[in-house]
């Protein structure tokens, strides 16, 4: 099943186990259970479950209905609802545990459908705001796992929005300048770091910095903390001088 559908979760189905064996055919269709109080009924869509968990017999299932202890495997349209989820038909014995489960199936439509630009809900063409995962995105991902990018600089520098978050270090061997422009968002964050002998001095452009007691970075190795509180002012501190 390559086409996503709409599946059915209870939070509150506990595990259960089989109080009749199922055979490792895809004609098996009828699972018998001790108790599934609290499971999907499949009323309205289907549901996934799972026998034998963690080992070697496992085999996730696509049920179209329960009725009482009883559940039925889906069987419709050609896709038979045995060994879903990369898991191999297997036959389970009585005490067999079962579990309602959600599947890596799932998580895949759900990214397929992230990744789309075109087709979703059916529209043809690209939906609003949907693009693939640019450049940016990743970078902000990275970012929130919270592993910063060391950005290495030669010569003077202006920042840019994808700087945000980052290090950036200026190895430079004659005095040098780190410009913050205007239109980078409230909230901006980032790291200067003089590597090289020439001194760095953090200029506005179109932008307020306030800092003590001044904007250049005292030696080799110093380093400050930009922030952008909005309004195109910013907090420049770290270990800085005149």
Request: hydrophobic residues 45%; aromatic residues 4%; contains cysteine.
């Amino acid at each position: 099943m390559t086409t996503p559908i709409a599946l059915s979760h209870k939070g509150a189905a506990r595990s259960a186990v089989l109080s009749a064996s199922l055979a490792a055919s895809t004609a098996a269709l009828t699972i018998t259970c001790d108790d599934l109080t609290g499971w999907p009924t499949g009323a309205t869509v289907p549901f996934f479950v799972c026998i034998g968990r963690g080992t070697a017999l496992e085999e996730k299932i696509l049920c179209v209905s329960r009725s009482g202890n009883v559940l039925t495997v889906y069987n419709s349209g050609g896709t038979n609802g045995r060994a879903f989820d990369d898991t191999a038909l297997a036959a389970h014995a009585i005490n067999d545990a079962i579990e309602h489960t959600n599947t890596a199936l799932e998580a895949q439509w759900a990214n397929d459908h992230y990744m789309a630009s075109t087709g979703i809900h059916g529209v043809v063409g690209a939906l609003a705001g949907a693009t693939a995962l640019a450049a940016t995105d990743a970078a902000v991902l990275l970012k929130a796992n919270l592993v910063a990018t060391v950005n290495a600089k030669v010569a003077d520098y202006t920042l840019v929005a994808g700087d945000s978050g980052e290090v950036i270090t200026m190895t430079v061997g004659s005095a040098n300048t780190l410009t913050i422009p205007t239109g980078l968002a409230a909230g901006f964050t980032a790291v200067i770091v003089q590597l090289g002998a020439g001194q760095t001095t953090i200029a506005a452009s179109g932008t307020t910095l306030r800092s003590t007691p001044g904007l250049k970075l005292r030696a080799q190795y110093s380093m400050a903390t930009v922030i952008h509180l909005g309004s195109e002012v910013y907090i420049v501190a770290g270990d800085l001088s005149a």
